[in-house]
């Protein structure tokens, strides 16, 4: 369950959903469900690439009032410079992808799925046919 307060648990309950959706599309049975997994992937990227940046945005620079921070090292200084270059950078892109995944939900919807069954076999006796008295 979503706490929306501890960004370690949240990322954690991410990380298993996510696995779980893994081990579920390797084999899709019903393909009418494709539509809404690709719509919540789209809001899903958007917000992981969301949180990238506000976790970003923390290293861009002192938080005033706030009673963490790292040690004020020029090593301190450049590992903080890249972590947040770095999560930009990924929120950037993973931007990009939500556009990608998007345009492939809005051409899913214009698919229509229906089931194939097999045409009957039909031979010259009932038996055959299992038909029986």
């Known amino acids: 369950m979503p706490t929306f307060e501890n960004p370690a648990a949240d990322a954690d309950e991410v990380q298993t959903a996510l696995r779980a959706l893994a081990h579920a599309t390797r084999s899709i049975d019903d393909p009418r469900q494709i ?25 861009d620079g002192r938080q005033r009032n706030a009673p963490w921070a790292p040690t004020d090292s020029p090593k301190a200084r450049s590992a903080a410079y890249r972590v947040s270059w770095d999560l930009h950078r990924a929120g950037e892109m993973l931007g990009q992808v939500g556009v990608v995944i998007g345009n492939a939900h809005e051409a899913e919807a214009m698919l229509t799925y229906h089931r194939e069954f097999p045409e009957p076999q039909v031979s010259g006796s009932p038996v055959d046919r299992g038909l029986s008295l």
């Open 35 to 59: 539509y809404s997994v690709l719509g919540s992937l789209t809001s899903a990227v958007a917000s992981l690439s969301q949180s990238l940046h506000q976790i970003a945005q923390y290293h």
